[in-house]
């Protein structure tokens, strides 16, 4: 079978192989061929590897602009003066505003977010709807003190840097999954360069993996 | 190294029925702290689930002899549990640690082999979605997850209140491999204390003390499935109970016609 | 050279392009998207997420007003534990366990609703608030200008509290509207052993752990409902002698059971009595005394008993002579002995004569007083000095068809109270039946026209007093745990509103701030008596109320859930006690109920094949609104009987032809109602139960109507007769399918 078939009027007869005009076009078919196959899978990779993390992924920004790093760097605090440890053992995760009047009861600077978090949040009493990056689906079960307090793993491991960014990333939420893309990684196929790029089950298995510590599936679901 | 030695720890429950009165307490606390669903109005009972489920048993004599016992039967937390080995994609599994027979929703298929092989009919399934009466999701207990449509589940101990007691005793820098202790909702809630629940392997505890008493009684124990539930009474004609099969019997409720 | 798109290129183009996307993680991802997006599904529940926290409180859903301890995820109210070591009772039934759920019952009313109950249509409809409260108003007005202020009524299903103190002065601005009480079982119980003391605003305070012998007529006690759970005697608690018809849980862990014929309490009580008072074995001069005190008409409680000799109640009773004597000396010779009457609450009240019977068995055992296992403490109405005007009466001392308005208090949503009593009460077509009820359901919902939504348990402060018969004097706080519904109002803020639209001026301290006022009032009654201690559920210490210096510390306190109680300190003297009641006529009484309860009622004009006794279940009464969760105990295991299951031995059931779960109807006299047969062999020959509680068959179901079913009390008569809890009845196959 070869594109002899689509002729309008097929012949019978059987073409000489020799015929060089024929032979022209058979190759031009082949290389024409070839260059659509190529063109396919380029265009298959450019689908997965850069139009699926854009078309996947929506971008939301989050209700304040807040700067880790003016609180870390400038005011000197640690990342446990806001996210702490409870009397239960649990962590308080990302800190309610009733954290925030100790200083900001009334606004220190001039920003604008400032003004905001001071007008909108702090004054009206009302909890700032952050989307968090780090958060996992109902039938996980994680606690930080294990890792925290017994294993002394330091924040940065699986938070990385935040502490110190000046601005809040681009809180880009799957729109099938719909957690954010810092579960799965920057990547599109999974991951990053630094190991707190992800937080997969599989970044949890091997990272207890290379500490010997015993797995087992209610341990870390519920 | 966090790792939990298999020798220090198996929890393990005592069921006293010379105290149990029958009145669905553990049923209901066990529904509540496990966000169990309530199944639609138009379910059959035996539909229902009910990790705790309380069956009566009577004496076969009709009055003034008739005399009813009523048998909470969580999960029995088989040391050879039948369930785990017909479950063809690893949902079912024994925590060595502690002891538990974890069933892991998100893993299972829903063929119900475990719902066939338990001699307990301690597993339910979930004939429907989940659902609550409106606004009742807040009420739901956040360290249990809720289930969906076409899985199994069943006790697994309050594994959520262990690992709430397990984050406490890691934020109190105790160590990982000391066995922690903790409640249950279905023995905190029993109005008579006639749960009790512990760690059977500790020394000198209540659970071995209890499972060591002359009333003490397993069911179907010649299966040989080594239940870690253990139920308790003076009298003889309840402790014949656990030689047969307690079928699970329908329930007295109406059913959709109305009555 | 030309790029002609042929369909082979075409086709390459899709093979590449399949090929390229699965070199890239396109396929991968989108596999593990879609599974985590079968975990999201809308209709997956999502638990609230948020910080833990405890509150604590008190438990609103029967008087006994349990500790509970609310755990909190966020601001949501998401369960409710027992508190250990609490004085009420350190346990939760499954009704107080699912209290988290009450405010999301599905026949919660989400604004003013309203129906026609006589209409083609007679579903609940939301309505405009201002218009109805401004016709109710009108209604008000009008009785107020035509002198008929009786024909406005408000029934207080849970008196003594700050609320009743409200709906009373609301009523007395009114002009002396009419204030109704309705008891159950318990207040019944104290109601009786009140009347026969000539001391007003008494309580009785039995305490079984000062008792060496208990004989209870009915009551589970080992059940324990209502904080009156006892020791067994072989762990050091009383020798328990159990009344009981069935041979219940109760009776069977009971260490002498008597299965006497059901409604015979009062000629056994009395033949107990006979033996103690003829063969002296209430030997002290105080219970002789006692015996020979002759009343109004001349007649002594020697007199009285005469007619019991154990010989002639045995055939009454279906108890030997022996075991009636046996059982007398028994109790005579393990002193401090305590006689609890009650019997099983759910089936409404035993008789007056009934209670007065088995609490003159106390009073000849010695057991009144601090040796005695009998306490006697001060009514809640003297602790807090309520008003007495208007006085509380019972629903049938007031006039069918006299009443214009009728409010019906339902912050309590299982009460005992017949729905076609309360109906009868009102005047023609014209009268309007009001519930201020979170419900349209439940014992005020049901019989109502009307209902103005107020908060659900857990979301205002509402205050427990003592229950009936509890040991000590308390006092307690159901604390606000949750956040209230936006659609719902405070009761006393309704009562300020009606009153406003009827003219009135409402005082300045009114509605919920009236409220408040009245509960820190109550706060600082008791600092100023500085008796007593508080129990502070947070940490299970005791503190002395001498100890508190400022009233604010006792209010503080109870809003933080603590829980006041003080011994009982009344005593009673000889001279106090008219055991024939203080009118005397108690003998005339008894010798009605010679034949016992069923006799009398059989007498009445009622033929059945059957005894019927209500009760029996854990619902505190009938027509109770319970969580949706307490499904899994009514419908899904059919471990409580539903209200729809008639419990019967299986040699009665199949004499009757009808086998286990058979479809039957039950006739009395009052009604007929469908059941369902469940076989129950505790129950002794044509004997059948029928419990209160929820119908398992529309178990939250707003829409079903109330019409279509007659609830067990009016089925037992409860609109016509006092004491309903045994009927005649006959049963029948059910041949059709329906109703």
Redesign the interface.
């Known amino acids: 079978m070869n594109d002899n078939d689509r002729d309008p009027k097929p012949r019978i007869e059987i073409i000489p192989t020799t015929n060089p005009e024929q032979e022209r076009s058979a190759r031009r078919n082949t290389v024409w061929g070839r260059v659509w196959l190529a063109l396919g899978i380029s265009a298959g990779l450019f689908i997965g590897w850069v139009a699926l993390p854009f078309f996947l992924y929506e971008r939301q920004e989050q209700p304040l602009a807040f700067n880790h790093s003016v609180h870390t760097k400038d005011a000197g605090m640690a990342c446990a003066d806001c996210h702490g440890f409870k009397a239960d053992g649990s962590f308080a995760g990302i800190p309610p505003t009733s954290s925030c009047v100790d200083c900001h009861s009334e606004a220190q600077g001039t920003s604008k977010a400032e003004r905001r978090l001071v007008d909108e949040f702090v004054t009206p009493g009302v909890e700032i709807p952050w989307l968090v990056y780090a958060r996992q689906p109902d039938n996980v079960y994680f606690s930080h003190a294990p890792h925290v307090r017994r294993a002394g793993i330091e924040c940065r491991r699986c938070h990385g840097d935040q502490g110190l960014a000046t601005a809040t990333p681009v809180y880009q939420v799957n729109r099938i999954s719909t957690y954010s893309r810092n579960i799965w990684g920057p990547r599109i196929s999974g991951g990053g360069p630094n190991p707190w790029d992800s937080m997969k089950m599989s970044d949890c298995t091997d990272c207890h993996r290379e500490r010997g510590v015993r797995d087992h599936c209610l341990m870390c679901h519920k | 190294m966090e790792t939990h030695s298999k020798a220090t720890v198996a929890y393990a429950m005592v069921i006293d029925l010379d105290k149990c009165v029958g009145c669905g307490t553990c049923n209901v606390a066990c529904a509540i702290e496990n966000n169990v669903s309530v199944p639609p109005s138009e379910a059959l009972e035996n539909r229902g689930l009910t990790w705790m489920r309380t069956q009566r048993v009577d004496n076969g004599k009709a009055w003034p002899d008739h005399r009813t016992v009523t048998v909470p039967i969580p999960c029995q937390h088989c040391e050879h549990a039948p369930c785990i080995h017909v479950c063809p994609v690893t949902a079912v599994q024994l925590d060595e640690s502690t002891g538990i027979i974890g069933q892991i929703p998100t893993r299972c298929m829903g063929c119900r082999y475990c719902m066939a092989a338990c001699p307990y009919h301690a597993r339910y399934f979930n004939w429907f979605d989940p659902t609550w009466p409106e606004g009742l999701q807040d009420t739901l207990n956040p360290d249990v997850a809720p289930r969906m449509r076409g899985v199994a589940e069943k006790c697994n101990f309050c594994h959520g209140r262990l690992d709430r007691a397990r984050e406490l005793a890691a934020a109190e820098g105790r160590p990982a491999d000391e066995p922690v202790h903790y409640t249950p909702a279905c023995a905190e809630a029993c109005p008579h204390g006639a749960i009790t629940f512990g760690n059977r392997l500790e020394e000198g505890g209540p659970i071995a003390a209890l499972e060591k008493k002359p009333e003490a009684f397993l069911l179907l124990e010649a299966l040989g499935t080594a239940p870690k539930v253990t139920y308790l009474s003076r009298e003889p004609w309840i402790r014949r109970i656990g030689l047969s099969r307690l079928d699970r019997v329908r329930g007295h409720g109406d059913g959709p016609e109305g009555a | 050279?030309t790029?002609?798109l042929?369909?082979?290129?075409?086709l390459?183009?899709?093979?590449?392009?399949?090929?390229?996307?699965?070199?890239?993680?396109?396929p991968w991802?989108?596999l593990?998207?879609?599974a985590?997006?079968?975990?999201?599904?809308s209709?997956?529940?999502?638990?609230?997420?948020?910080?833990?926290s405890h509150k604590y409180t008190t438990c609103q859903l029967c008087p006994i007003g349990c500790g509970m301890r609310a755990r909190l995820?966020g601001a949501?109210?998401?369960?409710a534990?027992?508190v250990a070591g609490h004085p009420a009772?350190g346990?939760?039934?499954?009704l107080g366990?699912?209290a988290?759920?009450m405010?999301?019952?599905?026949s919660r009313v989400r604004g003013v609703a309203r129906r026609d109950r006589t209409g083609a249509d007679p579903a609940w409809r939301i309505v405009d608030a201002d218009a109805t409260i401004g016709e109710l108003g009108q209604r008000l007005a009008a009785c107020r200008s035509r002198g008929a202020a009786d024909s406005v009524a408000i029934v207080d299903l849970r008196p003594g509290r700050s609320m009743s103190r409200l709906y009373r002065e609301f009523l007395a601005r009114q002009g002396g509207g009419l204030y109704v009480t309705a008891p159950d079982g318990w207040q019944a119980s104290a109601a009786a052993f009140a009347g026969l003391a000539t001391v007003a605003a008494l309580a009785p305070a039995p305490d079984p752990a000062r008792a060496r012998t208990v004989l209870n007529f009915g009551a589970?006690l080992?059940?324990?409902?209502r904080g009156h759970?006892i020791t067994p005697h072989a762990a050091g608690g009383p020798l328990l002698i159990q009344v009981d018809p069935?041979?219940s849980?109760t009776a069977?862990?009971a260490d002498r059971?008597l299965?006497a014929r059901p409604g015979s309490e009062a000629p056994v009580a009395l033949a107990l009595a006979h033996v103690l008072v003829f063969e002296a074995l209430a030997s002290d001069a105080r219970v002789n005394a006692l015996a020979d005190l002759p009343h109004q008409n001349g007649s002594t409680l020697r007199m009285a008993l005469a007619d019991f000799a154990p010989e002639r109640v045995a055939e009454v009773s279906g108890l030997t002579p022996a075991q009636l004597r046996d059982t007398a000396r028994e109790l005579a010779a393990g002193r401090p002995a305590l006689v609890l009457g009650v019997g099983d609450a759910g089936g409404g009240p035993l008789g007056a004569e009934e209670e007065a019977a088995i609490w003159n068995l106390n009073l000849l055992l010695g057991a009144v007083g601090p040796d005695g296992a009998l306490g006697v403490r001060p009514a809640d109405t003297a602790l807090f000095d309520e008003p007495a005007a208007p006085a509380a009466r019972s629903l049938s001392d007031i006039p069918d068809g006299s009443l214009d308005v009728l409010l019906v208090d339902g912050s309590f949503p299982g009460a005992p109270v017949s729905a076609e009593q309360l109906r009868r009460k009102l005047r023609g077509a014209g009268g309007l039946l009001v519930a201020l009820s979170p419900y349209a359901g439940g014992a005020a919902g049901t019989p109502a026209d009307v209902v103005l939504p107020t908060f659900a348990p857990g979301e205002w402060v509402d205050d427990v007093p003592a229950p009936a018969l509890s040991a000590r004097a308390s006092y307690a706080w159901a604390t606000a745990v949750a956040v209230p519904a936006p659609f719902a109002l405070h009761p006393a803020e309704w009562l300020a509103r009606l009153e406003a639209a009827s003219g009135l001026v409402v005082p300045v301290e009114g509605g919920k701030a009236g409220h408040e006022a009245e509960l820190k009032r109550r706060a600082g009654v008791l600092q100023a008596r500085g008796s007593g201690q508080v129990f502070d559920p947070a940490d299970g210490n005791t503190t002395d109320v001498a100890a508190m210096s400022d009233p604010d510390m006792l209010a503080g306190a109870l809003a933080r859930g603590a829980h006041w109680s003080d011994k009982a300190t009344l005593t009673l003297a000889d001279r106090d006690l008219r055991p024939l009641g203080t009118d005397g006529a108690m003998a005339a009484h008894w010798r009605s109920l010679a034949g016992g309860r069923v006799e009398a009622a059989h007498t009445a004009g009622s033929a059945g094949s059957l005894v019927l006794m209500a009760g029996g279940g854990?619902a505190p009464t009938a027509g109770a609104i319970t969580a949706?969760?307490?499904?899994?105990?009514?419908?899904?295991?059919?471990?409580?009987?539903?209200s729809?299951?008639l419990a019967i031995?299986?040699?009665t059931a199949l004499a009757h032809g009808l086998k286990e779960?058979a479809?039957a109807l039950l006739t009395t006299p009052h009604g007929r109602r469908?059941?369902?047969v469940?076989f129950d062999?505790?129950?002794?020959?044509d004997v059948a139960r029928l419990a209160a509680g929820p119908?398992?068959?529309?178990?939250?179901?707003p829409a079903a109507s109330p019409d279509d079913r007659t609830d067990i009390p009016d089925l037992c008569g409860a609109a016509d007769r006092p004491v309903w809890r045994l009927v005649r009845a006959d049963l029948q196959e059910a041949h059709d399918?329906?109703?």
């Open positions: 050279m790029l002609d042929t369909r082979r290129s075409l390459k183009f899709m093979g590449g392009a399949a090929v390229g996307s699965m070199l890239s993680p396109l991802k989108l593990d998207d879609a985590i997006w079968t975990q999201n599904w209709w997956i529940a999502r638990p609230p997420r948020g910080p833990v995820i949501s109210f998401v369960s534990w027992p009772a346990m939760l039934c499954p366990l699912a988290a759920q405010r999301y019952h599905p589970p080992t059940a324990g409902w759970a069935a041979a849980i069977a862990r059971w299965p854990l949706p969760v307490l499904n899994k105990l009514y419908r899904e295991s059919g471990l409580q009987p539903g729809r299951q031995s299986a040699t779960g479809p469908r059941v369902r469940r062999n505790s129950l002794p020959p119908d398992p068959s529309d178990m939250g179901d399918g329906n109703a």
